[in-house]
């Protein structure tokens, strides 16, 4: 359902493309989290474009990593760890466009996925850390929507500017946009990426 075209709409205006994209400077591709993959760069971040993505998302990763060292420092602690940690792994292989990626990623996230226009359907994310924090932000011109914490019963106001977090592996969550702008940056942590590098829980 992430990427399935019949969840998003069109923008009215022209000015947002609908879709969905994963950026992190060291991921497992999907389907490749068993042992015997290694991590590699996002797609997004592989092309000539890849400098320029990198450095616009520069000051969003310091301010959800700001926030994220006020409401759960060790998560904070575990995340930078394990950015430490894949910098000198990609060092020592040599693996020099990961390496480059991971000295400019300013966030202890490990991933960022950028949503336009997208309706999210209930729905949990299984592959995050459990005790770990996703961070969500919205910005754009749409019409008021409503994050729904369905399991915990807490419902959320999610206009433009917003920052939410959650636990979003445990807590089942939706919203719905039918139309106008909006575009959801999530910043998240991918366990299979802290277990690579050891990094404790």
């Not at 290694?38 to 990763?61: F, W, Y």
């Not at 300013?106 to 996925?113: A, I, L, P, R, Y």
């Not at 729905?123 to 924090?133: E, I, L, N, W």
């Not at 399991?151 to 807590?171: M, P, Q």
Request: proline share 5%.
């Amino acid at each position: 359902w992430r990427t399935n075209r019949s969840n998003f709409h069109t923008s009215p205006d022209g000015m947002v493309t609908p879709g969905c994209i994963n950026i992190s400077p060291a991921w497992f591709q999907q389907g490749r989290e068993v042992h015997g993959f290694l991590p590699e760069v996002s797609a997004a971040l592989k092309g000539d474009a890849g400098r320029n993505i990198m450095t616009s998302l520069q000051r969003s990763g310091i301010i959800v990593s700001a926030a994220l060292r006020v409401m759960h420092p060790d998560l904070y602690w575990a995340g930078m760890e394990t950015q430490v940690r894949l910098g000198k792994w990609a060092s020592r292989y040599e693996l020099d466009k990961m390496h480059y990626h991971l000295q400019r990623w300013t966030s202890v996230f490990n991933v960022v996925s950028i949503i336009c226009n997208r309706r999210s359907p209930p729905h949990r994310d299984p592959k995050c850390r459990p005790a770990a924090f996703d961070i969500m932000t919205t910005a754009g011109r749409y019409h008021p929507v409503v994050m729904d914490f369905m399991n915990l019963g807490i419902k959320f106001l999610y206009d433009s500017g917003s920052i939410l977090a959650s636990s979003c592996r445990l807590v089942r969550h939706y919203m719905n946009v039918e139309e106008g702008n909006q575009i959801v940056t999530a910043w998240h942590m991918r366990d299979s990426i802290h277990n690579f590098v050891g990094t404790p829980s």
